[in-house]
């Protein structure tokens, strides 16, 4: 039973466009949302996290939406570039440790 | 910058065969962590250490086993490796104050 639900599997948007992928949980013990980013033949690194007491987080085009009420949070890719391709996981967790993952958005982004 | 490294990027193994995996830290992190990762499933958490000779169980530990002898190893074993275990695998580290990092990964091939 996965505790973190991601969509979409795949993503294609055009180089400029915004990405949105999409996540939900179940767990609101959860305090810790992070989403990594993996590029083939690496591991996951961070991209940008948040804590449920704020509903949006900002770092470059880069930008995470929460929502508590509804148990969803998003992440948002503006003007998206080429170097973005890779895989995006989004979780949730306790302690910015014990955490679940979603399955993974594999997201390309045409030139 | 964090560093954790798995001792090898691709094994590959016979069935009913005992494999060790490896992974060492060097940023004095309490916790480690393995994880499986599978297309269309994500990152699956099979156990995890928050301390020397503490092992704890995640979603996954079936067919798996972990030793923790020193803070900066934790070693995941295959007593007895199976096709359904091949898979690419994760380690990763972290403490309660800061996010998880994560190895190249080990992509594993039993047959």
């Known amino acids: 039973q996965q505790q973190v639900k991601q969509s979409p599997q795949s993503l294609i948007v055009q180089k400029g466009g915004i990405s949105i992928i999409n996540c939900a949980y179940e767990n609101t013990a959860f305090d810790y949302f992070p989403w990594y980013q993996q590029f083939p033949g690496k591991g996951p690194a961070l991209l940008i996290a948040i804590r449920p007491d704020v509903s949006e987080k900002k770092e470059g085009r880069f930008t995470i939406s929460f929502n508590k009420s509804a148990k969803q949070f998003s992440l948002h890719i503006m003007d998206s570039q080429p170097g973005d391709s890779a895989t995006y996981f989004c979780a949730g967790g306790y302690n910015n440790n014990d955490m679940r993952f979603g399955a993974g958005t594999r997201l390309t982004v045409k030139p | 910058d964090v560093k954790v490294t798995q001792s090898s990027r691709y094994l590959v193994k016979r069935t009913g065969e005992k494999v060790f995996l490896e992974c060492v830290q060097d940023?004095?992190?309490?916790?480690m962590f393995w994880y499986r990762q599978d297309p269309g499933l994500g990152l699956r958490l099979i156990y995890f250490?928050?301390?020397?000779?503490?092992?704890e169980k995640g979603d996954i530990p079936e067919g798996y086993s972990v030793s923790r002898e020193k803070k900066e190893r934790f070693s995941l074993i295959l007593e007895s490796a199976s096709t359904n275990q091949t898979s690419m695998y994760l380690c990763a580290s972290g403490s309660n104050t800061d996010t998880q990092y994560f190895g190249p990964g080990t992509r594993l091939t039993v047959l």
């Open positions: 250490s928050y301390d020397v000779k503490m092992k």
């Open positions: 940023m004095d992190h309490e916790n």
